[in-house]
């Protein structure tokens, strides 16, 4: 089935990215449509797909994940602002009818990304 999900891994603590808020943008003619808010789940994962069917089309998309507010409010002694605060990742769709998977690797310092299965 088509579909679009995504996870968040924590690795300064080991664990999923629980309770991070997130929000996925459709960029057509360069601007960003918003197209919903959401936050992970207590195994770092969202409770449904972001998009799925025919909701989920070709094309460009970005995801933001509010990485700053998730590491401060686990109590990390971050530098303000901190270096990693919203994280936006920019991908592309080419096959819709595919299953599309983004996750994020994260720590307070660097993050990462690929396309997942």
């Known amino acids: 089935m088509s579909r679009l999900t995504t996870h968040v891994l924590d690795t300064a603590h080991g664990r999923p990215g629980q309770n991070i808020q997130l929000s996925l943008y459709r960029i057509v003619n360069n601007q960003r449509q918003h197209l919903l808010s959401t936050k992970t789940n207590d195994d770092g994962r969202c409770d449904a797909p972001l998009l799925e069917g025919d909701a989920f089309q070709a094309g460009i998309y970005e995801l933001d994940?509010?990485?700053?507010?998730?590491?401060?409010?686990l109590g990390i002694d971050l530098p303000q602002p901190p270096f990693l605060d919203m994280v936006t990742l920019r991908f592309g769709v080419a096959d819709a009818s595919r299953h599309y998977h983004v996750p994020l690797v994260a720590s307070p310092w660097s993050y990462s990304t690929y396309r997942g299965s």
């Open 65 to 73: 994940f509010a990485l700053g507010a998730y590491f401060a409010g």
